[in-house]
């Protein structure tokens, strides 16, 4: 990635809505442009960050699988 | 006709419906749908959205305090709080309940699954801002009393504010 990533959140073993929850509470916390990478187990975060993406306005750049772990890299939308 | 419509002065059309808002009207006091009810409101506010829980009628005891047992001032709201005892952590499940033994198991999967309790997303929804209203109309009826719940809760208030504020959002009843 050559995107400055400020936050890394590692939420592996987390099921259904803790993942998005989590994210977006961090989300909170970083300036607009500013870039989250977020690691998860939860098959449903999948959909659900595409999800979250789409209706909140963000970007979710990355979003790929590694070893059974999911893989998310989110862009905050500006103010 | 249509030249009296063309000569009305042009009014603006009306705003397109953003569905930022979301009201669950949350009726139920048990495990499988206050669960539900608080994974929806707290991923609603996580997507933005203002996000409002209005608890009635059987759906106002998991907002009893953990720690409080009998409520109500005469005998039939004594017996009432007895048999359905409140707080989000003595739930009941509306189906395969066997005496507590249901939810006892529910919780212990739910652990194993790292999946919140509604204790946790109770507390989640609070820091996220959802709002959470319980109806002044059954606290009345079932002899609830404001300190016989938890806080962080919204003023008690009736169908109104619970309408007007579902107005132009996305509306749950479970």
């Not at chain 2, 009305?8 to 949350?26: G, N, S, W, Y």
């Not at chain 2, 829980?53 to 007895?82: A, C, H, Y």
Request: charged share 20%; aromatic share 8%.
């Amino acid at each position: 990635m050559s995107v400055a990533v400020v936050m890394k959140l590692d939420l592996k073993g987390l099921s259904c809505p803790l993942p998005i929850i989590k994210t977006a509470k961090a989300m909170k916390s970083i300036y607009p442009g500013e870039y989250i990478e977020v690691f998860a187990t939860d098959p449903g975060s999948v959909p659900d960050f595409k999800a979250w993406a789409q209706s909140t306005g963000n970007s979710l750049v990355e979003s790929d699988v590694q070893d059974g772990v999911f893989h998310f890299v989110l862009r905050k939308k500006e103010a | 006709m249509s030249v009296a419509t063309l000569d009305r002065p042009q009014v603006a059309a009306p705003k397109p419906q953003v569905e930022d808002k979301l009201t669950i009207f949350a009726w139920s006091g048990e495990l499988d749908k206050i669960w539900p009810t608080l994974i929806l409101a707290t991923t609603g506010a996580a997507m933005g959205k203002e996000t409002t829980v209005f608890f009635t009628f059987w759906g106002l005891f998991p907002l009893v305090k953990n720690d409080v047992r009998i409520t109500g001032e005469n005998w039939m709201q004594k017996m009432l709080s007895m048999m359905n005892r409140g707080g989000d952590e003595h739930l009941k499940l509306s189906k395969m309940n066997f005496v507590g033994a249901g939810p006892a198991m529910m919780g212990h999967l739910a652990k194993e699954h790292h999946v919140a309790s509604p204790h946790e997303l109770m507390e989640a929804a609070k820091e996220l801002g959802v709002h959470l209203i319980p109806c002044q109309m059954t606290m009345d009826l079932m002899g609830l009393k404001k300190e016989d719940l938890i806080d962080g809760l919204e003023e008690p208030a009736g169908a109104t504010k619970a309408l007007a504020d579902a107005q132009g959002g996305m509306t749950l009843f479970i």
